[in-house]
């Protein structure tokens, strides 16, 4: 694909996160934060796996179709995780924020992989880029995991 082919499918890619951050927080007036929360992160994994697996420009599109999930994961998970803090807000709001730092490690440790001969899973031979997406379906898992758990359990801290 040329480079400006690609470039054009990262602009649909972004248009779709931006137009996904206004459904879904309209979606917040009626579904609880944490359910759509597991639910996105369930269709953000669903989807990478798509896109390691799928060839192709359905695959393609499953890549495209990440942004959507991704829209409104961080401020759903700031919101969920500071509900209930009060007078301790600040300080896990400022712990939120420095756990982007341990987001960025995210970036090297894929392109690690991506520089990885290619992996034999299952007796299918898959590109080290292709293989490179496992890490974000396992941060996917976590925050599928997360929502789901605070879904079920109401956590209140400090209440």
């Known amino acids: 694909m040329e480079k400006a082919t690609s470039q ?17 927080t309209y979606l917040l007036k009626y579904v609880i ?6 639910l996105l992160a369930t269709g953000g994994m669903l989807l990478t796996l798509g896109a390691i697996f799928i060839q192709g420009m359905t695959g393609l ?15 759903t998970i700031y919101g969920i995780a500071l509900e209930g803090l009060r007078g301790d807000a600040k300080l896990g709001a400022a712990g939120l924020i ?18 990885m ?10 590109s080290s880029t292709r ?14 995991v997360y929502g789901i758990w605070v879904k079920n359990h109401k956590v209140r801290i400090a209440e």
């Not at 420095?98 to 520089?115: E, H, N, S, V, Y």
């Not at 001969?117 to 898959?126: C, E, K, R, V, Y």
């Open 8 to 24: 054009h499918y990262n602009i649909i890619a972004m248009t779709i996160f931006v137009t996904s951050r206004f459904i879904c």
């Open 98 to 115: 420095f756990a982007i730092g341990g987001g960025c490690l995210m970036t090297p440790m894929q392109g690690a992989i991506m520089d």
């Open 61 to 75: 599109y499953c890549l495209i179709g990440i942004s959507a999930c991704m829209s409104l994961m961080f401020p």
């Open 33 to 38: 934060p944490s359910g759509l929360l597991g």
């Open 117 to 126: 001969s290619a992996f034999n899973i299952g007796g299918m031979i898959l």
């Open 131 to 144: 293989a490179s997406f496992f890490l974000p379906v396992l941060c996917f898992v976590v925050i599928a």
